[in-house]
Structures are given as structure tokens and as C-alpha cells.
């Protein structure tokens, strides 16, 4: 049984950092595709950002580029997400998902997500 397990939530003020965590169990990790998502209140979710199999290629949503870095340890099976000069618009559930997919929007398993909240 697939589970990805985030972790690293919580409240911030403005300007602060958070580096969330995703832990993935049942699956051979490295070959996916990771990605990390994040649905604001009343809105819908949204990518993030995503790293390829070996961390290359990554990619971020205009509005985190130069803030948040996503990073994977595959000997860990886990996937990072540091966020850096949080704003309040960052608030939000954030989860991570997994993909087989070198490329688009398929997306195979899912985490429950982890709570951000960013104060202003």
C-alpha cells in the first residue's frame, strides 16, 4: 500500500521559513516524479512545484520562483519542499503527490496534505 506522508507544517509570520517533508512508503521512490501542491482557502489546488526522478529539470509556479526549493533524497524516499520569504497568499494546505509520468498532469497517489499558515 502507496503512502505519502507530509509533514513540516505549521504557523509563520511573514518573511519566515518552513520546509515541509514527504515521505513516501510502498513504492520504488526514485523513478517517480514528485510534486507538491497547495490549495489556498476557497480555491483550488495548484502545483507548486516538481522534480524529476534524478532532481533535475524542476519545475515552480511563477509566484515561488527564487522563494521555495524542492529537493529529494532517494536513499530516504522523501521529497523537500524549503519555503523561504513566505508570504500570506503561501497559506494553504500543502500536499505532495507522486507521478510515473516523466511529464504532464497525471498524478498517481496523493498525501493528505499539511496545513501552512502565513500571518501578516
Known amino acids: 500500500q502507496v503512502q505519502l506522508v507530509e509533514s513540516g507544517g505549521g504557523l509563520v509570520q511573514a518573511g519566515g521559513s518552513l520546509r515541509l517533508s514527504c515521505a513516501a512508503s510502498?513504492?520504488?521512490?526514485?523513478?517517480?516524479?514528485m510534486g507538491w501542491f497547495r490549495q489556498p482557502p476557497g480555491k483550488e489546488r495548484e502545483i507548486v512545484a516538481s522534480s524529476r526522478r534524478n532532481g533535475g529539470n524542476a519545475y515552480y509556479t511563477d509566484s515561488v520562483k527564487g522563494r521555495f526549493t524542492i529537493s529529494r533524497d532517494n536513499a530516504k524516499n522523501t521529497v523537500y519542499l524549503q519555503m523561504n520569504s513566505l508570504k500570506p497568499d503561501d497559506t494553504g494546505v500543502y500536499s505532495c503527490a507522486a507521478s510515473k509520468y516523466i511529464l504532464g498532469s497525471q498524478w498517481d497517489y496523493w498525501g493528505q496534505g499539511t496545513q501552512v499558515t502565513v500571518s501578516s
Open positions: 510502498g513504492l520504488t521512490f526514485s523513478p517517480y516524479r
